[in-house]
């Protein structure tokens, strides 16, 4: 008697796209970077993170594409910045529009960061894991601050290991004393949008991740 199998999940061509374009963008600019350690400092923490999306899509753990298009937000800038280092990234035309004195391109990949929060409340929806509405709002936004509070304690830690010019690239802080605490604030408000998509567009959405 044939067996029965259970039926294979189908194929989703929007995160192959993102994830091949990332692999182009990562050789690309791991070619002749501003700095080499700096750029394995910057790039380590996002080849992790893409491998990890990529397993769980793997595993049958999808997000909607707009979650992917919003994730890989982060993922694009940031290997733009691994190559430059973030302060030297060629980003006059947006600071200029906007009268800033410094690079802002930092603050822009930090408010990316708390893109992640949609995927992050997609997540605990579509499985149900927490009942209060506010509560499952609270939690990704939570997430999200706890991880720009580390990843700022990381920075210090390799620029007080690292030294030099290795260390200060890393830290990016351009002479501001406040700069942890504004990008922690840039992670934080990048999850309050990323939310207010959510509660825009969650009716519409496909909670397994096979459209938007």
């Known amino acids: 008697m044939p067996s ?5 999940r189908p194929f989703h061509w929007f995160p192959a796209l993102l994830l091949a374009v990332y692999l182009i963008e990562f050789v690309a600019l791991g070619l002749h970077p501003a700095d080499r350690a700096t750029w394995w400092a910057e790039n380590v923490p996002i080849m992790l993170l893409a491998g990890l999306l990529t397993v769980l899509y793997l ?3 999808r997000f909607s594409n707009l979650a992917y298009a919003l994730m890989s937000v982060l993922i694009f800038l940031h290997t733009v910045g691994g190559h430059y280092t973030f302060e030297k990234v060629p980003f006059d035309w947006f600071n200029n529009l906007f009268g ?7 603050r822009v990949a930090h408010f990316s960061v708390g893109f992640y929060a949609y995927a992050l409340i997609e997540y605990t929806d579509s499985r149900q894991l927490i009942r209060s509405r506010a509560i499952s709002y609270l939690y990704p936004l939570c997430v999200i601050g706890t991880v720009a509070m580390s990843y700022e304690l990381i920075e210090w830690v390799y620029a007080e290991l690292a030294g030099g010019d290795s260390g200060a690239a890393f830290l990016g802080s351009q002479g501001d004393i406040w700069d942890a605490q504004k990008d922690m604030l840039a992670d934080t408000t990048g999850a309050i949008f990323a939310l207010a998509l959510y509660a825009l567009f969650k009716g519409d ?6 459209s938007l």
Do not use: H, I, L, Y
């Not at 800033?100 to 930092?106: G, K, V, Y």
């Not at 959405?205 to 096979?210: A, L, S």
């Open 59 to 61: 595993r049958g753990v």
């Open 100 to 106: 800033f004195q410094r690079n802002m391109f930092d």
């Open 205 to 210: 959405e496909d909670k397994k991740g096979t």
């Open 4 to 8: 029965v199998s259970a039926p294979a």
